[in-house]
């Protein structure tokens, strides 16, 4: 039926559990208790949609795709770099397409549609939010290093290394040149 919206309630609440899902590659940077894939997905989301209103792009539908971009981690767990050398499996595309399963069409296929054109890396959208991803992992990084924890130098060298767009390089740029407080410094009025 098309108006039947349990298989919908179904995946609202699966999505909740990306609110407790870690980040698990900063395990091995020593991070205790690293930010949740939700919490990435979020800022991640934020960051794409800047990286594509600088670029050109449509900044909703880029944000729209980062929203979207590890909602299969639901079912897979957030699978480092590492893993992902021994895990191939798990597709997104096969796996989304089992997650919206019983949903309205309308809804399953524009899931399907974000997610496939999120993972083919092409449209100027898709860029900027796959940039976003890798931008938002770095400036996690800096904040963690900001913590204490050196190893986190390996994620913030690796994304930044990844980033393709020109906003997003020197976005980065910006980020590294700046401590993760000088935001709060320079509201308040403080002098550096």
Not at 151 to 158: G, L, M, S, V
Request: aromatic share 8%; net charge negative.
């Amino acid at each position: 039926m098309a108006d039947d919206l349990s298989a919908v309630a179904h995946f609202l609440y699966e999505a909740g559990t990306l609110k407790h899902a870690r980040r698990t590659g900063w395990w091995m940077a020593g991070v205790r208790d690293p930010e949740s894939v939700a919490e990435h997905a979020w800022r991640t989301a934020l960051i794409a949609s800047i990286i594509a209103k600088l670029e050109g792009a449509d900044p909703a539908r880029s944000s729209f795709l980062a929203v979207w971009h590890d909602t299969q981690e639901t079912r897979t767990g957030d699978v480092n770099y590492l893993g992902k050398k021994y895990s191939t499996e798990a597709d997104p595309q096969s796996v989304t397409a089992d997650q919206t399963v019983g949903m309205p069409e309308v809804l399953a296929a524009a899931v399907r549609e974000l997610v496939a054109e999120y993972e083919a890396k092409e449209s100027p959208e898709a860029i900027c939010a796959r940039d976003a991803d890798k931008l938002e992992c770095m400036l996690q990084g800096i904040e963690y290093k900001a913590q204490g924890y050196e190893n986190a130098q390996r994620w913030i060298d690796n994304s930044k290394g990844r980033i393709v767009t020109d906003t997003g390089r020197r976005l980065a740029e910006e980020l590294l040149n700046q401590g993760s407080l000088d935001w709060l410094r320079e509201a308040l009025g403080e002098k550096g």
